[in-house]
């Protein structure tokens, strides 16, 4: 018996269009690159995770409250915290 594993990745764009239609915040593709750190993504990477996907959507939505990255990469570190399970790949 052959199993199928359904890939649940998505690329920049895809996570750019995510982001758009979570919070309204249009993303240029350096924006996004910058981004990354924050989102305690070390690297661009050709496909990224569901993990991946809510650490950059969880800090576009906290940059529409605080306006800062560092503050809202703060807010996801205690986020992670607070709530591992989330963020489980």
Known sequence: MT???VLEDFTRDEIRQMVYAHTGR??????FYEWLPFA????PKPLYTKRDA???LFIS???NRVRSLNLAK????EHIQ????????
């Open 3 to 5: 199993t199928v594993q």
């Open 26 to 31: 249009s993303l240029s593709a350096a924006q």
């Open 40 to 43: 305690l993504i070390p690297e």
């Open 54 to 56: 809510r650490k950059l």
């Open 61 to 63: 939505a906290q940059l």
């Open 74 to 77: 703060k807010k996801l570190i």
């Open 82 to 89: 607070s709530n591992p399970q989330e963020y489980e790949q």
